[in-house]
Nanobody, 125 residues
């Protein structure tokens, strides 16, 4: 099983950028499809992006397409989420997780496990 820890969150003005990191422990990091989710205050956790084992394929929620880019460096056991053109609506706690069930293309929370503790992203208007 892989353990995941997010970092890189913070306060940014609308239109700005942040890069989140998700660091993993364990030697099986490259075997996992990884995902990013977020949860805004008073809202349910929602899917943001997912990255294939080698990082050559990604898929995104419609709300972040063209603004967010996922990547990973398996040599560093780390996944990234580059977030550009941030909007106040992007304010949330961001989590990374590993696909534990389901298949490529899943956006279901129940299909992911090994959740990190989350990192707060706040976008001011």
């Amino acid at each position: 099983q892989v353990q995941l820890v997010e970092s890189g969150g913070g306060l940014v003005q609308a239109g700005g950028s942040l890069r989140l990191s998700c660091a993993a422990s364990g030697r099986s990091f490259s075997r996992y499809i990884l995902g990013w989710f977020r949860q805004a205050p008073g809202k349910e956790r929602e899917f943001v992006a997912a990255i294939s084992w080698k990082g050559e394929r990604t898929y995104y929620a419609d709300s972040v397409k063209g603004r967010f880019t996922g990547s990973r460096d398996n040599a560093k056991n780390t996944m990234y989420l580059q977030m550009n053109s941030l909007e106040p609506e992007d304010t949330a706690v961001y989590y990374c997780a590993a696909l534990a069930g389901g298949s490529w293309g899943s956006t279901k929370i129940a299909d992911f496990g090994s959740w990190g503790q989350g990192t707060q992203v706040t976008v001011s208007s």
